[in-house]
């Protein structure tokens, strides 16, 4: 039924002649039926901006649009739009809606939770052509189209001197090394033009449709798709930071856990501070599991190296560090756009969350003992990962915790097993049984604690409540505006709130 409605759809929305959208046809969709009901549907053909372009299976874009970072419960589509506006955005859910076929709004490809496995036969629509950014005359505000990304608005900032956060991980509050100056992603939203599940284009901020604002920011992946957003914009006060890496054998766990503590100081690190350490296993350096922790400083390296005598004094095995201009940062630790951890390689991946308020030893410990039993009975699994991140806190926690739907603000520190492995459903299930081992033994070390799941990072078997909140309040509010905003559950393939 679902194969049915797609076809209809299609010929509805895409039987463009010359003058319209873009259009390629592939050679199974190409039969006489769907040319006779492209001919009875052109009525239609206009509803696109003629910029618009339209692709199915055998394009090269329809190709890449439906490409994504892990090969895991990946969503279904029988064809790509690729919008030139934000009116075809709501052209295209007008019409899905209609038909009753699944939509999906597709930037970069990165979201791998469980629920993206349930859009069957459905229309990507690729945002990731608005990507236009302007800058306001006053120099305090950027605008962005709603297909912009990292890189792209790091370095366009960088050459203005400015910087900001970015649209996707803004969705759900929205982590990154600058957070310690600015706060979260989310806190930095000034304006959104928003595609809500009827079609409808509204603008969302703090004046108008006030409480659909507050559910964008922490929970916006179940309340629409936007096209356009205006971020706060700041003097670029570091233009370059110093990252070094500290490499350290099993031996050592519990010492550099108590560094990492000591620098978090339950919540209180420096601004200029992150830390990210990951558990990580190459047979081609030793037999065991070993512990790489990285440091971030936003400024010189003399000033940096004030917070890590004590992991000198613990004797790494392994030290490097550089410093580099803000922009470059993400490429020189491998995780810039180019780096192969970002490629769609054709690997599946998957994390699996939980927020703390600092380490426990004896946790790690049982997390060390499970992950080690993943990579070495499980070689598939080799380039799996456990990250422990701490970014500064203090300036996300100025914020009133009611203000937006994020709803971890006492969070210190995000856990999480990052699995990656060649696709198949045995693996899936093996991904599953060792991410919940892993969330549980790090739970288990802050007993009478409900366990926080950050909703970018949340795998898709996690408890609403576990995602959005155990506030009672909260959820509710959730739950209210969903069934006035999003009734049919349209914006249901990324942690939906039921």
Known sequence: MHAIRAFFFLALLFGLPAGGAVLTVSRWESDDSFAKITRIQRDLRFRLNPRAQVHFRGSAVYDNATSRWSAAYNPDFVAVVVPATTEDVAVSVKLA??????????????????????????????????????????????????????????????????????????????????????????????????????????????????????????????????????????????????????????????????????????????????????????????????????????????????????????????????????????????????????????KSAGTFPVGLLTFNTTSIHRVYDIYFSLVTNHPDFTHSIVQLEAYPVKKLRSVDPESTAYAHREDNLLVSLLSLYPPSSSNDMVALEYGRQIRDAFHAGQPGRQLNAYVNYASGNETVEQVYGHDDWRLEKLRRLKGEWDPRDRFGFYHPIR
């Open 97 to 346: 809606n209609m038909l009753g076929v699944p939509f999906l709004a597709v930037n970069r490809g990165h979201g791998s939770t469980i629920d993206m496995s349930r859009c069957r036969h459905g229309v990507n629509i690729y945002i990731h052509s608005l990507d236009s950014i302007e800058f306001a005359e006053d120099g305090q505000s950027a605008i962005f189209g709603g297909g912009v990304y990292g890189d792209q608005v790091i370095r366009s900032l960088a050459v203005r001197g400015k910087a900001t956060s970015l649209l996707g991980p803004g969705l759900g509050g929205g982590f990154g090394r600058y957070q310690g100056f600015y706060g979260l992603i989310a806190d930095n939203i000034l304006e959104m033009t928003v595609v809500t599940a009827g079609g409808s284009i509204v603008t969302v901020n703090d004046r108008q449709n006030a409480h659909l604002f507050w559910a964008m920011r922490g929970a916006g992946h179940n309340f629409g798709i936007v096209t356009q957003i205006k971020y706060k914009m700041y003097e670029d006060v570091v233009p370059n930071w110093w990252i070094a890496t500290y490499q350290f054998t099993k031996e050592k766990l519990d010492q550099v856990v108590e560094v990492l503590n000591q620098l978090n100081g339950n919540g209180s690190q420096p601004k200029e501070l992150t830390t990210y350490t990951v558990l990580a296993f190459d047979r081609q350096v030793s037999d065991e599991p070993f512990i790489v922790v990285t440091i971030y400083y936003a400024g010189s390296a003399t000033a940096g190296q004030r917070y890590t005598q004590a992991l000198l004094n613990l004797n790494p095995v392994q030290i490097t560090n550089q410093t580099v201009p803000y922009p470059e940062l993400a490429d020189a630790v491998g995780t810039g756009t180019s780096s192969p951890v970002c490629q769609q390689s054709g």
